[in-house]
């Protein structure tokens, strides 16, 4: 919350791409010169269970510590684990959405909410597992954070060597986020 | 050269190992250790080092033993309950005058004093350094290398679960360098009536009439040389706002980081709070404490454990300032030293009390 700090807090089921959202914009923040910070959820990450991760971003070094209890944005990418996100997300913040799935309300009147399609984009781009990417992208445009070149790049150093055959339909989905988020 | 690169702690940690000269590495699996013994195996050969999987913390503080006797910066870790078994050969290889670095990654923080006092036999310390993130920890284990080698002593480097497991972007050091020269001393295989036979052992050595050979010669030795280790070590404190502060808060490592946070907050509100953060654990800065505390009305130390750093908190302030306690243990299901009570809004009100 300092001056300058800028976090991220994301949210989903395991298997929709979240740790790969946190990586691909905390890489893509680095690529660009920034100072990140990432810490992970620790409870055995698995299909369909909770998982969640924080960024931190700036130009300054890091002063915040991996956890924490508040939140200038967040990426939504499903419901069913994000109650006690709720509540740590600032006033006037950033909020991503995937509405494609995402089933409640939202405080729309305490802070900004984009809403992404981001499962319907990915579905029609050809793989419903390319949303977290769409919502990178978005991401990156909506927060100033990160470049869509920083994206990109990010993305590739992320990706393990199995999944080398995805790099080009998730550079494609970075791309379709960035320009949605004009 | 450095690449600037997200790493997680503990392959920046490897690689500022390797990039330091490290070529032998050796540890048994246990969380959150295991991430660091990981990636120096995937390192360490690209260096023509050796990185070997023990079958118990006993064999891995072992073979780096054996291994550090030959000159080669060597290392080794585990966890708090991994250096338990280590303790007897920490003693032994300080007073062989050895340099080691081991890596501590703690769960929680109920190991300072194993970390700081040893828990092996003896008179004996050596050197400790708890970094409170991915950036202070690469350039402590460079520090921690040059320390140890410098010293010819054991260097800790103690971190926990977010150290290994939170990443950041940091510089890192190239590991394509050369590994310093094999020192003089280091056992070199020659022996017999090679005249270069050597022994290097926590009892001293040589043969009769020769330095080394009378063992209270040899104890008086390593604690002289641990006296001269206090003095000339540069103690590492990290201080902020502690001019003006009513109170001042001390907490080391991770830990430190939430709380350095909290009083960062606590000023933004204007809030007279300072910080003081030990970097070196030992020697600890104790004139650095002292001075630093020594305007305010109350000092508060923060540690996830029952109160164990408090106790040189104390000895540095020497009752010149009431020192209160506000930490104390905190677990969640995994018990890899997570806690729930290490957060910001919790350490603010418990440092909000103190001032009261």
């Known amino acids: 919350m300092s001056s300058g700090e800028r976090e991220l807090m994301l949210t989903g089921i395991g298997g929709q791409g979240v740790q790969l959202a946190a990586q691909v914009i905390a890489q893509g923040a680095t690529v660009d010169g920034k100072e990140v910070l990432v810490f992970g959820s620790y409870g055995g990450m698995m299909r369909g269970g909770n ?37 740590r997300i600032r006033d006037t913040g950033l909020v991503l959405v995937n509405t494609s799935v995402f089933e409640d309300e939202l405080d729309a009147d305490r802070y900004q909410v984009v809403e992404v399609p981001a499962t319907d984009v990915a579905t029609d781009l050809g793989n419903p597992l390319l949303a977290a990417m769409v919502m990178s992208g978005v991401y990156g445009r909506k927060s100033g954070l990160v470049s869509l070149d920083g994206l990109a790049e990010g993305m590739r150093r992320s990706v393990p060597p199995y999944r080398s055959q995805l790099i080009e339909a998730n550079e494609g989905a970075l791309a379709a986020g960035w320009e949605m988020a004009a | 050269m450095s690449d600037r690169a997200l790493l997680e702690g503990s392959e920046a940690i490897a690689r500022a190992a390797v990039a330091a000269g490290c070529r032998f590495f050796t540890g048994y699996p246990m969380t959150p250790f295991t991430k660091l013994l990981e990636y120096m195996a995937a390192l360490l050969p690209e260096v023509d080092g050796v990185c070997m999987n023990a079958e118990s913390e006993l ?195 991770s830990v430190g980081k939430f709380v350095r946070y909290a009083c960062l907050r606590l000023r933004d509100a ?3 709070v300072g910080y003081v953060r030990p970097i070196t654990l030992w020697p600890f800065p104790s004139k650095a404490v002292h001075d630093a505390v020594a305007g305010a009305a109350n000092v508060a130390v923060y540690e996830q454990n029952m109160g164990q750093m408090v106790e040189d908190v104390r000895l540095a302030t020497l009752g010149a300032v009431p020192v209160e306690f506000i930490g104390g243990p905190s677990w969640d299901h995994s018990g890899f030293g997570i806690g729930p009570d290490i957060n910001v809004p919790d350490i603010s009100e418990r440092i909000l009390e103190a001032m009261t």
């Open chain 2, 270 to 272: 204007g809030h007279r």
């Open chain 2, 59 to 253: 064999e891995a503080v072992g073979m780096a033993w054996g291994a550090a006797t030959t000159g080669h910066l060597a290392a080794t870790g585990s966890t708090g309950q991994g250096l338990s078994l280590m303790q007897e050969s920490l003693s032994e290889i300080t007073n062989a005058r050895l340099p080691l670095v081991v890596f501590n990654m703690a769960r929680g923080q109920g190991d300072y004093f194993q970390a700081t006092r040893g828990g092996g036999h003896g008179d004996y310390r050596h050197i400790v350094l708890a970094p409170m993130d991915v950036p202070e920890a690469v350039e402590l284990t460079r520090l921690a290398f040059e320390l140890a080698s410098q010293w010819r002593t054991p260097v800790m480097v103690l971190g926990d679960y977010y150290l290994a497991h939170t990443y950041q972007a940091v510089s890192v050091p190239s590991i394509e360098g050369a590994a310093p020269e094999v020192p003089d001393w280091a056992l070199n295989g020659s022996s017999g009536g090679s005249g270069s036979a050597k022994i290097i052992s926590p009892l001293g050595g040589g043969v009769e009439g020769e330095e080394g050979f009378d063992l209270g010669a040899h104890y008086a030795a390593c604690a002289a040389h641990i006296q001269e280790m206090s003095a000339g070590v540069d103690p590492l404190v990290d201080i902020g706002f502690c001019d003006d502060a009513e109170l001042v808060v001390a907490a080391y490592g």
């Open chain 1, 51 to 87: 998982t969640d991760s924080t960024v931190v971003i700036s130009d300054q070094p890091i002063e915040a510590p991996p956890v924490l209890s508040t939140t200038w944005s967040a990426i939504l990418m499903h419901h069913q684990y994000w109650t006690p996100l709720r509540e």
